[in-house]
Structure formats: structure tokens, C-alpha cells
């Protein structure tokens, strides 16, 4: 029998393919290879800050290669990383349907994204850019570097993230298995919908900012430039009203990949399934809401200030539920240390840190000491790397089986896990410090007394670095050659392993039917799945 | 050992609020540690003590309970409460000015601040203020986003053009505070560096009339011996040139023009002077005293080749004493 791998063959068969599991696998890489490169920038940055002054590139130099890491990052690798990659090959299984709701749109839409990618990085061939990802005006409207074409191809790439979007809730709704009521979803699939509705709401005033700002630099309009009567806050505004919540498209697909791997691995049901549930919702919905606490110091009035403060707390209360839900989860369980769980201890204790931090900046007063700081570098990359790119490698170690049909190493993943936990926190603490002691973030050069502290950041950024690169060869030799793997190697009850490894072309031999909720862990273990249709 | 990690090394406190924002900063570090343990210490004990290769291990069906939901939604949400309504209060505080503050306008261009008093006295990048008495700053920008922080007195606002913003803050600690700009505004960022100095009453007295005053310490440190030295109060004569290197530094030329040759947004001035220099247009000139003064005055008049024309002009801020010092120090340059 042909499993989706060798259903057809060549390269043309996948650039062409409608199937969801290989447009994931395409996304995959992509979004891998991105990394890779955000990443040799990210320690380039951490390269030149070693030591004060000139180290290796000039300031003009620096400003372009920060704003690369941030564009590429966001941009090309954390919004698509866990939604369409992973997102792609897992909902459809998930649900216990052949595919997404829209197979030749989400096609598309992965072109879209390229599309996006290749003329957001053609910048880099010509005069580059160096406006932050974050393209403040007016500097961005002033710069002469090349920020238009990032500007474009950002907007372009929106049109990826609004598609899969739709494609997402249209199939959670109409593609669900016989059985499979919205109370037995699985966590995954829940906070999948939550993103897919910012990403449908947020991403289309991206992209009007986007190209009001474009329109700004090449027709000089008059939106954000005070010179001929814009307003550069403005900007900012609309800026956040989409990267706030995109920051939840990012961090709530991650919480889903820990909210599925936290039971499997503990044999237990996931402790407050609804709270959880709900609480996605709760976060997507605040999430529009808070944009101004981005611009606490922006010249914004004192009572936005005010609101926007006393909103932001409210996010902490959801995330909150969430974090204790999945520590209550392993109370009394059967843990089991496999690499995905690993992985989701790691992102417990970064992303805690993160959050807890988060507090410190919705306080006002704290804000104003704090914001554009080290203090917020350090809180970001404890949500977005901390969180997020734990979630993905949990991930990607938890599906490796059902992505390859082989297992990965557990050796080795504990080595890099080790390697990535603590340059992590080694490249990162040492900026909360930073942070509070006033070093602004951005900056090329910076005084002695702060030298100690960047030193042992750039040190962490090798061991992360390490971390990463051992981990991309082990996956890539298991892949290749590594044991194959059952059907279920984790006894999980979610319906995406209720098929062999790796799955066959339609993804089911006969349609599946559901009788129970995914979370049914009993111990000793009753095969929840004996009452489900095997293939 | 925690509050150490966090903040014994937190900047002086220049101001009482810097005090007042201490304590909370602290409080919601201990809070944070707190919290910390409770869930990462929860995660290593359930993790330890429930591992699936202990003796007759064996997993508890449990699904949830709503007691415990509502404690911890309960319980983080008045926290939270709390936080904002202190975070508020202090915030309150730091942003508005007594009525009888001293007023300075202050105008933020790429890279360098210039301040301007209502006595008519004009400085750049060097903020003198009086100690003890609220000090509030009316700001905007000549281009574009800057970001006016004292990291001593805990305060921050983004300096913006086409509008005023402001900032206020009571310096209790005499000397120099860094003031950095927080907002990234192009190339030269990290160089837009100024210091808010902080004058005892004779001394200010003595500044707002004109008069020269000796050398200031950094805050919280006593006068170094290299600043007693090129103080001149000493009774040392400086040299021309020696007046001149503070000139340059007190103007901020140093953001974008190096004196070592390193590349920075501007020309470096090492070895310039009585070379001869290409320009955007295809001319040439020799780089003497009367170009050099026309680039300080009317920087747009003759760009050398392969930079921008972004140096603002200095006419008005520099004297003809400190100018002719300055193109002593650019000769000394070799």
C-alpha cells in the first residue's frame, strides 16, 4: 500500500500536490530554512554586541541585519511555523477528514507566502533595509534603503496567513468526523480555530498599513508623515492593532501542541479541558484589544494609557488557566520523558518567565523605565523562542513519527534539548538585567559598564546555536533512516494516530467515527481507540 | 540572592520617583519568584515524584476541578488589580508636572538633542538643570521618532514631530545622568547619547548667568582625576585644540564623525584637514578652515562622496570662540 510519501513521485508531484500533508511538509521547510537564516543573523547581532564599539560591521550594517532577524522571524517563521506547517498536516487528521476544506487554496496559499518571501527578501539584494520590523514612521517613510519591497512583500504574505485562516475554521466546521462534537475537539484544534479568526480579522489592517505606507514612500500622501500633515502615531496604531494580536498567532498554535502532549505523556486527561478550551478564546478576544500597550511612552493620552493597562492584566488571567491547567494535568500521572515532553517542561519555564514579565510591562510605571529596553527584548524572545520554538521542536518531535513513519533518537533530542534550554536562558536573562539597568534595545553600540552581561548573552547564542544545528541532524538522519515507527508509538487517542505512520494518501482507510473525547487516558491503559474504526 | 540578580544593580535613584518605582519593580519581582516556583517547582515535583518508572506507577483519572479554576482565576485577577492600580498610581506621578516646574524646551534631530533654556542659553546634548526643584521638558522632533530617557530618574517619553510632548522629573542627586534615546531613529542610534546635569544651587545660579562653572561628576561618583585635569578649573591652561576635543564631544559631532577613521554616518575627521576631498558632484575642494566652517554651518552646501546629506546645520549653536577651537582640534587630527 502508498502511503502519502510514495503515492506519487518526483518533485513536480509535490510543487503541484493538493494534498494537506505534503503542502505541511513544504511549509515546513520552507519556514526551516528561514529560520536557519533569521538565525545566522540573530548571531551576527549577538556577534557584534560581544563588545562595545565596532566589533564586526558598522552601525548601518547593524540596523540592517536586526531588521532582517525581526522581518524573517515574525514574518517568514513563527506565524507560519505551527499553523501551516504543522497546523496543515494535523487539522485535516485531527478531524478525521481527507483534507482541508479548500485543497487548491491552500495551494495557493503557500504560494502566496512564497510569492511574499522571495519579494520581501529581495531587499537584501539591493539596498536592503533598516527600519526595524516595525517600520515606525517617519523613519520608514525617510529611509533609502529598499523598505518598500518588505513592506510589499509583507503584505503579500498576509494573504497567505487570511486564506489558511479560512481554510481552518471552514474546515474545523464542516470536516468533523461522525462523533466528533465540538466538546470531544481536541485542545490542537481549538486553539488553531482562535488563531485562524485573528488571523482572518487582524492580518487585513496589516495589510492596508502596509500599503498606506508603501503609497507614503512613493507618492508621499500624507498619512504619516508630519511633514505634509500625517501623524507618525498613527501609524503605530494601526501597526499593533495587527502585530498585537498577530503575537497570539503565534503563541496560541504553541500552547495547543503543549495542551496535547502534556496528557499523552502523563496518561491522564488534560486537567479543565473547557477552561482551556475557553480560554483560547479568551486570549484571541482580548488580544484585539490591548494594541496600545505598545505605546505607553508614544505620546498616546494618559487615559488610553489607562485602559490600555488595566486590559492588558486581563490577559494574564487566561494564560494563567492555562499554564496551571497543564502543571495540574501531571498531578498523579504516569510521566513519561520522551523528547516532546521535554520539550513542553521547557517551554513551561521559559514561557513563564515570559508571561510573568508581561505583567512588569502592562504595569504603567513600570513600562515607562522598561519599554523599548533589553527588558522588552528579553520578555519577547522568552514568548516567542521561549514559547513558541519550543512548542514547534515539542511538536516536531511529538508528530515525527506520523510525519515520517520513523521515530527520532531519544538520546540525542535530550542532548539538544539541554543544549537549547540552557543557551536559552543563557542568551536571555542576562538582557532582563540589561533591560533594567537601561540598556535600549536596538543599539550598535553601547557603554562599558554593560559589557559583562552582552558577553554572556553573545556565549548563550552559541550554545543555542549548537543546540539547533545538532538537532537538524539527528531529524534529518531519522528521517532519512531512523526506526520505523508504529502507528501510534504514543498510545494517543487523537485521531491523527488512529492511522499508520505515515499516513496513506486520503489519510484514512475507512472514514473514522468518534465516540469519546481525545483525553480519555485511563490507567492501565483501556484502548480508548478499540471503539473507534481502525484501518 | 534573587533581588540581587534583578536589581542590585537597578541605575542610582536620581529622583524620588526612581524610589517610588523601585518598590514596585521589587514587588513584582518577589511576586514573579513566587509564581515562579509555584509553577515550574509544581512541574519538577509532579515530574520527579509521578515519573512513569517509579514502583507501581500507575496515573490518576482526574479531569478537572472547579474549585481550583476559580482560585486561580480568582486569586491572579485581584493580584492583577492591584498591580495596575500601583502601577497607575506611580505612573500618575511621573507624568504630571507641578505647576511651578522650570520649563526647557528640548528639540531631538538625528543624532543629537539640543536644549533651549528661557534664560536664551542654547546647549547640545548637555542638559543643566537645577537640583531639587521639578524640571519639565517640552519636546519634539526636527525628523524623526526619538525617545527622551533618563535611566536614573526612570523616566521615558518618545520625542515626535509635528507634536510637544513632555516629560518632568526632580533631580535629589547632583551630577551627570546619561540620557539615551530610546527610539530607534536610523544609523547613528546608539551615538544620540546626552547627560542631564544636575546643579547644586550656587553652581546653577552661577550657569544661568552665563557664567562658566567648573567640571561635574558623574552622579554618585566624585570627579575623576582626568576630569579635574582637563577641567581647566585646576589652573591648568588648556590648549586650543584640548578646548576644542570638548567642544566636539559637548555637540555631539562625535555620533557620526570618528576621529579614528572608523566608519561611521559622517566623514571621519582623521587626517582630513589639508587633504583634498571628492564631493556627490563630481567637485573637489581642500579641506581648510573655510570648508570646514561652511560644513559645520551650511552642511548641505558641499556633500563629501558616497554619504547622505543629513547633518544639520550648527549656525546658532556653535560660538566663533568654539569654532575656532574646533577647527584647531579637527587640524590636530593626524
Not at chain 2, 535613584?13 to 519581582?29: H, M
Not at chain 2, 548641505?300 to 577647527?327: C, D, H, N, W, Y
Request: charged share 15%.
Amino acid at each position: 500500500m502508498h502511503d502519502y510519501l510514495t503515492h506519487t513521485r518526483g518533485l513536480r508531484s509535490w510543487l503541484t500536490t493538493l494534498d494537506h500533508k505534503r503542502i505541511g511538509l513544504m511549509y515546513l521547510f520552507t519556514v526551516l530554512a528561514f529560520f536557519l537564516l533569521g538565525g545566522v543573523f540573530a548571531l551576527l547581532i549577538r556577534l557584534e554586541l560581544f563588545g562595545p564599539g565596532r566589533t564586526i560591521m558598522d552601525a548601518a550594517t547593524y540596523n540592517k541585519i536586526f531588521t532582517y532577524h525581526g522581518a524573517i522571524m515574525v514574518f517568514m517563521v513563527i506565524i507560519p511555523a505551527i499553523p501551516a506547517a504543522i497546523g496543515n498536516f494535523i487539522l485535516p487528521m485531527m478531524l478525521g477528514a481527507k483534507d482541508v476544506a479548500f485543497p487548491r487554496l491552500n495551494l495557493a496559499s503557500y504560494y502566496i507566502f512564497i510569492a511574499g518571501a522571495l519579494v520581501a527578501s529581495s531587499a537584501l539584494f539591493l539596498r536592503g533595509a533598516d527600519t526595524g520590523w516595525t517600520f515606525y514612521t517617519p523613519y520608514s517613510i525617510r529611509t533609502n534603503t529598499t523598505a518598500t519591497l518588505v513592506l510589499a512583500g509583507a503584505f503579500i504574505m498576509g494573504f497567505s496567513s487570511i486564506l489558511t485562516g479560512l481554510n481552518f475554521i471552514i474546515s474545523i466546521h464542516k470536516l468533523r468526523a461522525p462523533g466528533l462534537s465540538w466538546s470531544r475537539l481536541p485542545l490542537f484544534l481549538w486553539a488553531l480555530y482562535a488563531t485562524s479568526i485573528i488571523q482572518v480579522l487582524a492580518t487585513p489592517v496589516l495589510a492596508i498599513t502596509l500599503l498606506l505606507l508603501v503609497f507614503e514612500r512613493l507618492f508621499r500622501i500624507g498619512i504619516f508623515d508630519p511633514a505634509i500633515g500625517g501623524d507618525p502615531v498613527l501609524f503605530q496604531h494601526f501597526f499593533w492593532f495587527y502585530s498585537h494580536p498577530a503575537v497570539y498567532i503565534m503563541i496560541l498554535p504553541a500552547m495547543g501542541v503543549i495542551s496535547e502532549v502534556i496528557p499523552v505523556f502523563s496518561r491522564k486527561p488534560i486537567f479543565g479541558y473547557k477552561a482551556i478550551a475557553y480560554s483560547s478564546f479568551g486570549i484571541a478576544l482580548v488580544a484585539f484589544i490591548v494594541w496600545g500597550h505598545h505605546m505607553f511612552v508614544s505620546g498616546q493620552s494618559e487615559l488610553a494609557n489607562f485602559v490600555f493597562s488595566l486590559l492588558t492584566m486581563f490577559v494574564a488571567v487566561p494564560t494563567g488557566v492555562k499554564v496551571f491547567s497543564w502543571v495540574a494535568t501531571m498531578y498523579r500521572g504516569r510521566i513519561r520523558f520522551n523528547a516532546p515532553m521535554l520539550y513542553a517542561f521547557g517551554f513551561l519555564q521559559l514561557f513563564t518567565i515570559g508571561g510573568l514579565t508581561g505583567v512588569f510591562l502592562a504595569t504603567l510605571a513600570i513600562n515607562v523605565h522598561v519599554t523599548d529596553t533589553y527588558f522588552v527584548v528579553a520578555h519577547f524572545h522568552y514568548v516567542m523562542v521561549g514559547g513558541a520554538i519550543m512548542a514547534l521542536m515539542a511538536g516536531l518531535h511529538y508528530w515525527f513519527p506520523k510525519f515520517w513513519g520513523r521515530m527520532y533518537p531519544e538520546g540525542p533530542a535530550r542532548v539538544s534539548f539541554a543544549l537549547l534550554l540552557a543557551g536559552f536562558n543563557l542568551t536571555f536573562f542576562p538582557q532582563f538585567i540589561l533591560g533594567s539597568q537601561g540598556m535600549p534595545r536596538r543599539y550598535w553600540d553601547y557603554l562599558p559598564e554593560y559589557t559583562m552581561l552582552n558577553r554572556v548573552s553573545t556565549a548563550g547564542s552559541w550554545f543555542l546555536a549548537a543546540g539547533f544545528v545538532y538537532a537538524a541532524v539527528y531529524l534529518w538522519r531519522a528521517m532519512r533512516a531512523g526506526e520505523p515507527a508504529p502507528a501510534n508509538p504514543w498510545e494517543a487517542n487523537t485521531l491523527e494516530w488512529q492511522t499508520a505512520s505515515p499516513p496513506p494518501h486520503d489519510n484514512f482507510a475507512t472514514a473514522p467515527v468518534v465516540t469519546d473525547w481525545p483525553y480519555e487516558y485511563r490507567d492501565p491503559l483501556v484502548p480508548a481507540s478499540a471503539s473507534r474504526s481502525l484501518p | 540572592m534573587f533581588e540581587k540578580i534583578f536589581n542590585g544593580d537597578l541605575p542610582l535613584k536620581g529622583t524620588q520617583v526612581a524610589g517610588s518605582w523601585d518598590s514596585l519593580y521589587n514587588f513584582l519581582v518577589w511576586l514573579s519568584v513566587f509564581f515562579f516556583l509555584l509553577v515550574v517547582g509544581g512541574m519538577v515535583i509532579f515530574a520527579m515524584k509521578y515519573r512513569a518508572d517509579r514502583q507501581g506507577a500507575k496515573a490518576k483519572y482526574i479531569t478537572g476541578s472547579h474549585l481550583l479554576e476559580a482560585v486561580w482565576i480568582a486569586v491572579p485577577t485581584v493580584l492583577l488589580l492591584i498591580i495596575f492600580a500601583w502601577g497607575y498610581n506611580v505612573y500618575r506621578t511621573m507624568t504630571h508636572a507641578p505647576a511651578d516646574a522650570y520649563e526647557v524646551r528640548v528639540i531631538g534631530k538625528q543624532w543629537l538633542w539640543t536644549f533651549l533654556y528661557e534664560n536664551g542659553r542654547t546647549t547640545v546634548n548637555d542638559l543643566y538643570v537645577p537640583m531639587n526643584r521639578p524640571v519639565k521638558l517640552i519636546m519634539t522632533s526636527e525628523d524623526v521618532l526619538h525617545s527622551f530617557f533618563v535611566p536614573n530618574f526612570r523616566v521615558k517619553q518618545d520625542v515626535v514631530p509635528g507634536m510637544y510632548t513632555s516629560v518632568w522629573f526632580e533631580p535629589t542627586m547632583p551630577g551627570k545622568h546619561r540620557i539615551f534615546c530610546a527610539e530607534y531613529c536610523g544609523t547613528s542610534h546608539s551615538g544620540m547619547i546626552g547627560q542631564v546635569i544636575a546643579l547644586e544651587a550656587a553652581q546653577w545660579k552661577a550657569w544661568s548667568a552665563g557664567k562658566e562653572i567648573g567640571p561635574v561628576p558623574q552622579a554618585g561618583l566624585e570627579l575623576t582625576a582626568a576630569e579635574k585635569a582637563h577641567s581647566g578649573a585646576a589652573g591648568a591652561v588648556l590648549t586650543l585644540a584640548e578646548r576644542g576635543a570638548k567642544v566636539f564631544a559637548a555637540k555631539g559631532c562625535a555620533a557620526c564623525h570618528s576621529i579614528d577613521g572608523s566608519a561611521r554616518p559622517g566623514p571621519t575627521l582623521k587626517g582630513v584637514f589639508g587633504h583634498e576631498v571628492e564631493f556627490g558632484d563630481g567637485g573637489r575642494a581642500l579641506v581648510d578652515e573655510n570648508y570646514l566652517r561652511e560644513s559645520i554651518e551650511r552642511p548641505q552646501a558641499r556633500v563629501v562622496k558616497g554619504f547622505q546629506p543629513i547633518m544639520p546645520t550648527f549656525q546658532g549653536l556653535v560660538s566663533e570662540t568654539e569654532l575656532s577651537a574646533l577647527l584647531a582640534y579637527i587640524k590636530s587630527l593626524k
